[in-house]
């Protein structure tokens, strides 16, 4: 099997574009991919070609900040609060759920057997519909919805364990609930408090929260991105920062964070399957992918990305790797590269 390698991972190709990618998804067994768009678009795109056709995907009226795979379906969420499933192959829509949620649709995710589809908004809550049906199944609501400050609260993200036993969801206050995913009961809030900043005086005004949530393949960690505390509230200037929690007890295991040149957001986080090391992208301006060593606690490697990295998904096998952001599509590799003399002996064949 593979064995893939931070030291190896480079970048092999970046496709420029006028929009802002929000949000990517890629089916495994078929290799398509879709990415959502920031001109209220969805497209289907193949980025290992040289030159990427997007076949657009009309139907939303806002931001696309959310879009899953569920085999059958291709199903997005926007800043407009609906909820589009697609059919793939005629690229028309199936169903569309007009007021999916109150607020702003921040994210989705999917249950690992793809049988129901997750969406969290800024209205603080997090819906759990049926994949193929578009019922809803359940809602989980708790966090808050008015910070203590008397400003608007946000659900930026939400997970589910690859045992399909749990839901995290995490908000702009840096709280991280775990609800039993049968149930719906909740049943534990974490805190990751760093990932917030406050400023009571010049601004007014708050920056930060937690941004992206996963699990370890295990089900056994939970980890959340955001960033560190920041001085001026205006800029993102402060350093990326994940932290890594025990599911069972709720402790801190550790808490990562780059270095000042790789400022910004953690917009999302890759275990590897061994889950020995993670991924963790975003940027400021600009943007960056850092790998995070588990057992040896550190940040192990960090690299500028051709862009704010929005959304990273990664092959099966950890060979390749597609990344969305800011006026750029990007596709990078796990392979070593090939050393200069095979490649000029190919060549010369």
Not at 154 to 162: D, F, T
Not at 271 to 279: A, Q, V
């Amino acid at each position: 099997m593979f064995q893939a390698d931070p030291n190896n991972f480079r970048e092999l190709r970046t496709t420029s574009r006028p929009d802002i990618i929000l949000r990517m998804t890629r089916n495994d067994d078929t290799g398509e991919v879709f990415v959502g768009s920031s001109d209220a678009k969805v497209y289907q795109v193949d980025p290992m070609v040289e030159q990427p056709e997007f076949l657009a995907m009309e139907g939303h009226t806002s931001y696309v900040m959310g879009l899953v795979d569920t085999g059958k379906y291709i199903v997005s969420g926007s800043y407009d609060k609906s909820l589009i499933w697609w059919n793939k192959e005629t690229k028309q829509q199936v169903r569309r759920i007009e007021m999916a949620h109150d607020r702003w649709i921040r994210n989705l995710t999917t249950t690992p057997d793809n049988k129901f589809v997750l969406s969290v908004a800024d209205d603080m809550v997090c819906k759990i519909w049926d994949a193929e049906t578009g019922d809803l199944v359940r809602t989980l609501e708790s966090h808050i919805k008015v910070t203590e400050h008397g400003f608007p609260n946000m659900l930026y993200a939400v997970a589910v364990s690859p045992d399909g036993k749990l839901i995290a969801t995490v908000d702009r206050i840096a709280k991280i609930k775990l609800w039993d995913f049968e149930t719906g009961e909740e049943l534990k809030e974490l805190e990751a408090p760093k990932c917030y900043t406050w400023d009571p005086k010049a601004r007014i005004h708050s920056i930060g929260g937690i941004r992206s949530v996963t699990f370890s393949p295990d089900s056994t960690k939970v980890a959340v991105g955001g960033i560190g505390q920041i001085g001026n509230v205006d800029h993102l200037a402060a350093a990326g920062r994940v932290e890594l929690f025990e599911v069972a007890s709720g402790e801190k295991l550790h808490m990562f964070e780059g270095d000042d040149k790789h400022k910004g957001l953690v917009e999302q986080i890759i275990f590897h399957p061994s889950g020995k090391w993670l991924m963790a992208v975003g940027g400021d301006h600009g943007g960056w992918v850092q790998f995070l060593d588990v057992e040896k606690k550190e940040v192990v490697k960090q690299l500028k990305a051709p862009m704010h990295v929005h959304q990273m998904v990664v092959t099966s096998d950890f060979k390749m790797a597609f990344g969305v952001g800011h006026n750029r599509l990007a596709v990078w590799s796990f392979e070593p590269e090939e050393p200069m003399e095979e490649k000029t002996e190919e060549a010369a064949g």
